[in-house]
């Protein structure tokens, strides 16, 4: 999937967008960044498929203490706490029917992929044009 037009896709549209529905702020902890570039897109369930890749419901914003926290790297028990607020701000119901799209996920088409960039481009210039 080396430079695929899903990873484009993920990099140019998908990542702008779970800042923008986030406010620019870590989904977990509340913290804004004064820069979004501090600020992390993070997929809740692995990219198994393009589908999982670009899902925005497989999204969340996350502040680089937060991110470090979901993957395990900021010492014991600091992964379990991250995931519990994961649940509480998701929904336990909401993470485990993630869980379960990723086995069920339908494959995408290169046409639905440009659809999907389309459609992101879209929701993108709507966020710019109401914020201005």
């Not at 484009?8 to 779970?18: D, G, N, S, Y």
């Not at 977990?28 to 992390?40: D, E, F």
């Not at 890749?53 to 395990?72: E, K, P, Q």
């Amino acid at each position: 999937m080396k430079n695929s037009l899903a990873k484009r896709i993920e990099k140019a549209q998908w990542t702008p967008l779970i800042k923008m529905r986030a406010k620019n702020k870590c989904e977990l902890c509340g913290r804004g960044k004064p820069q979004i570039s501090q600020l992390h897109a993070h997929h809740i369930e692995r990219k198994t498929s393009h589908f999982m890749r670009l899902s925005l419901d497989n999204g969340i914003c996350l502040c680089g203490g937060c991110h470090m926290s979901i993957h395990g790297q900021n010492g014991l028990g600091k992964q379990d706490e991250a995931r519990e607020r994961l649940d509480k701000v998701r929904g336990k119901k909401f993470i485990e029917d993630l869980k379960q799209l990723k086995f069920t996920a339908p494959k995408l088409s290169k046409s639905e992929l440009e659809d999907r960039r389309k459609h992101y481009k879209n929701l993108i210039k709507k966020h710019e044009g109401f914020n201005q």
